[in-house]
């Protein structure tokens, strides 16, 4: 293999390694992580919500309950001083049964407060569990699409290590003032310098190459460039 063409095939594993980053990092897999994993942390925040008000309408469920039973025993004390038969004072009987009529509003508001509690709390309670059920199910798709990227990564990142092997070993047999020239080419011409000549067109302008310069190019041996794009030639047929 001369230097021109063994340029040529250099050329060739620069374009695949370009490739391979591109493909590395634009990784469909990846994007669907990234939108698993914003979904996740959406669907965390809204189960912590979730548990936060679980745990508030608890303690005020648990709250009436204690001043419910308050009640009830304050109602108890009343009643079997009322009923009793010890207060005969018209007006002193007259009070307490108005402490006991209040005493009774108050026990019918608390006892509906702990029904809207206990709804609260069971409404609440399905929202968590729907919660976690979708975390876990998501949790578990993750996974499974983080093991495909992982196992896809380490696949490009294996041929990207083959890749900068095998041009290590070329470029150690192509002279350095070769490939500072293709260097400089590749970044003028964004990306192509060396060009495959074939039936005297050039590979990389398409236009008609001069029968001389084809003559030229042919042998591979030196680099002979093209009139019109300026691009390094090399034959193949
Ligand atoms: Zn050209």
């Known amino acids: ?10 050329q060739g594993l620069d374009m695949q390694r370009l490739e391979l980053e ?13 939108d698993l994993e914003a979904a996740l942390a959406v669907l965390r925040a809204s189960l912590d919500t979730t548990n936060a008000g679980l745990a508030r309408a608890r303690k005020n469920q648990k709250e009436a309950e204690w001043s419910l039973k308050d009640i009830a025993a304050a109602i108890e004390t009343v009643s079997t001083k009322l009923y009793g038969g010890a207060v005969t004072n018209p007006r002193e009987i007259e009070g307490m049964q108005g402490k006991l009529r209040m ?13 809207s509690h206990m709804e609260e709390i069971e409404t ?11 975390i876990t199910e998501k949790s578990s798709r993750l996974e499974g699409l983080e093991s495909v990227r992982d196992a896809r990564v380490s696949e ?7 890749n900068a092997e095998k041009r290590d070993n070329l470029a150690s047999t192509i ?8 260097e400089q080419l590749l970044k003028d011409k964004g990306g192509l310098a060396v060009v495959p000549v074939r039936g005297g067109i050039c590979g990389g302008c398409h236009v008609a190459l001069p029968t001389f310069l ?8 030196s680099v002979v460039r093209c009139e019109s794009c300026g691009r390094i030639l090399c034959w193949v047929g």
Do not use: F, H, W
């Open 1 to 10: 293999m001369t230097e021109i063409q063994s340029l040529l095939e250099l």
């Open 22 to 34: 591109k493909t590395l990092a634009g990784l469909p897999v990846q994007k669907e992580i990234d």
């Open 103 to 115: 005493l009774e509003a108050n026990k019918t508001r608390l006892e509906d407060q702990i029904i």
């Open 124 to 134: 609440l309670e399905s929202q968590a569990q729907a919660a976690s059920a979708e």
């Open 156 to 162: 490009i990142t294996c041929r990207m290590s083959e």
């Open 175 to 182: 002279p350095g003032s070769l490939l500072a020239k293709y």
């Open 214 to 221: 084809v003559t030229l190019a042919r042998p591979n041996d």
